[in-house]
C-alpha cells in the first residue's frame, strides 16, 4: 500500500470525488442526521461541529495511510451540488486491505451515484494505492448497500453477527480481490 500524499479529484461521468472539506460539515450533517442515512452507519455524532472535527482531522491523513478514514465528497460535475460521501481506510493490522465506505443524500439516492462513485474509489484503492483487497461491511438488511457492493464487483465472503448492548445484528462483508479483479477485466 502507498500513501497518496498528493490526492487529485476523482471524475467520473457524473461527479467529482473530492476530498472533505471543513465547509462541508453543516451539509453532510444534515443527510447524516437523517434516521434513513443514519440506521446503519458507526457515526455516534452527527452535529455539523463535531463532523467539521472529523473533517480536520481527516485532512492531516492521506489515503492509503494506516490510522483512521479519510473521507471525500462527493458533488455533481459542472453544478457542484454536493450528492454525498465516500471515505476509505487501511484495515488495522491487515495493511494491504483498503476498507470502504459510502453515503448518498437521500433526494440523490437511486440515480446510480453510489454505484459510479464507489467504482471509482475502488478503481483508486487498487490503481493508485496498490491495495490488494477492497472491503465493505455492511448490516445484512441494508440491500442497496450490499446492491451497490455486488455492482462494483464486491463479493460476499462473510456472514457474522454483531451486538449492540442486548440487540443483536447480522453482519456481512464484501471483498473483492486484486486478482479477481483482473480475472474479471480479462
Ligand atoms: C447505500 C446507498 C449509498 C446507495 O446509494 P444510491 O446512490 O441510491 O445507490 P445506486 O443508485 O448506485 O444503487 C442502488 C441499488 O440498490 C437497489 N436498491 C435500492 N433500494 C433497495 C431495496 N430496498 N432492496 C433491494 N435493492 C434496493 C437499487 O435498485 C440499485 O440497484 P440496481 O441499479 O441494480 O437497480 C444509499 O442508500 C445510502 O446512503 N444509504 C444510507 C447510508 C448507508 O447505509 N450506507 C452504506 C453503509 S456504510
Known amino acids: 500500500m502507498q500513501a497518496d500524499t ?4 476523482l471524475r467520473t461521468k457524473r461527479l467529482l470525488i473530492r476530498r472533505s472539506r ?4 453543516a ?19 452527527t452535529d455539523a461541529d463535531s463532523i467539521r472535527g472529523e473533517i480536520q482531522e481527516m485532512s492531516r491523513r492521506s489515503p492509503g495511510s494506516p490510522g483512521g478514514w479519510v473521507q471525500f ?17 487501511v484495515a488495522e493490522g491487515e495493511p494491504g486491505v483498503i476498507k470502504i465506505g459510502y453515503t448518498i443524500e437521500p433526494t ?6 453510489a454505484t459510479e462513485a464507489v467504482g471509482a474509489l475502488v478503481d483508486y484503492a487498487f490503481d493508485a494505492l496498490g491495495a490488494e483487497v477492497v472491503r465493505a ?3 445484512a438488511e441494508n440491500a442497496p448497500s450490499i446492491r451497490v457492493a455486488e455492482k462494483v464487483g464486491l ?21 473483492l ?3 479477481e479483479r483482473a480475472e474479471s477485466d480479462l
Open 108 to 113: 440523490f439516492q437511486g440515480r446510480g451515484y
Open 73 to 89: 465528497t462527493v458533488v455533481e460535475l459542472g453544478g457542484e451540488r454536493m450528492v454525498g460521501d465516500v471515505g476509505l481506510s
Open 155 to 175: 463479493r460476499l465472503v462473510e456472514r457474522f453477527q454483531g451486538h449492540d448492548g442486548a440487540q443483536r445484528w447480522f453482519g456481512v462483508r464484501y471483498e
Open 137 to 139: 461491511y455492511a448490516s
Open 177 to 179: 480481490r486484486r486478482e
Open 22 to 25: 471543513p465547509e462541508d460539515a
Open 27 to 45: 451539509t453532510i450533517a444534515e443527510y447524516r442526521s437523517d434516521p434513513r442515512v443514519h440506521r446503519y452507519q458507526g457515526w455516534e455524532r
Open 6 to 9: 498528493a490526492f487529485e479529484p
